[in-house]
């Protein structure tokens, strides 16, 4: 089993930036891939970037890439999404899950655990 939380959502202008921490706890919480995924409202929720494991291998989905880096502590069983030049397009409930094995994937209906989500809202 692992529990996810996460932090640091909140409201921003456009052209801000935030991090979202992903707190996991479990025996194996620091050795399962992480993804991050958005959700608005009527929508079906769509990848955002992952990461392996190890911490060795991301991915981005396009509407990321040269803004949005994951990264992960496994120190501190922490996964983060630092998220640079944020549009309102990127507003949205945004969640962390984890898979119970160690290569990301990229469907939410590959993951095992959720978090309850984080709001993120980007003004004009």
């Known amino acids: 089993q692992v529990q996810l939380v996460e932090s640091g959502g909140g409201l921003v202008q456009a052209g801000g930036s935030l991090r979202l921490s992903c707190a996991a706890a479990g025996r194996t919480a620091s050795s399962v891939a992480v993804g991050w995924f958005r959700q608005t409202r009527g929508k079906e929720r769509d990848f955002v970037a992952a990461?392996?494991?190890?911490?060795?291998?991301?991915h981005y989905a396009d509407s990321a890439k040269g803004r949005f880096t994951i990264s992960r502590d496994n120190t501190k069983s922490a996964v983060y999404l630092q998220m640079n030049s944020l549009k309102p397009a990127d507003t949205a409930v945004y969640y962390c899950?984890?898979?119970?094995?160690?290569?990301?994937?990229?469907?939410?209906?590959?993951?095992?655990?959720w978090g309850q989500g984080t709001q993120v809202t980007v003004s004009s």
């Open positions: 990461i392996s494991g190890g911490g060795a291998s991301t």
């Open positions: 899950a984890a898979r119970s094995r160690y290569d990301y994937r990229l469907r939410p209906d590959e993951y095992d655990y």
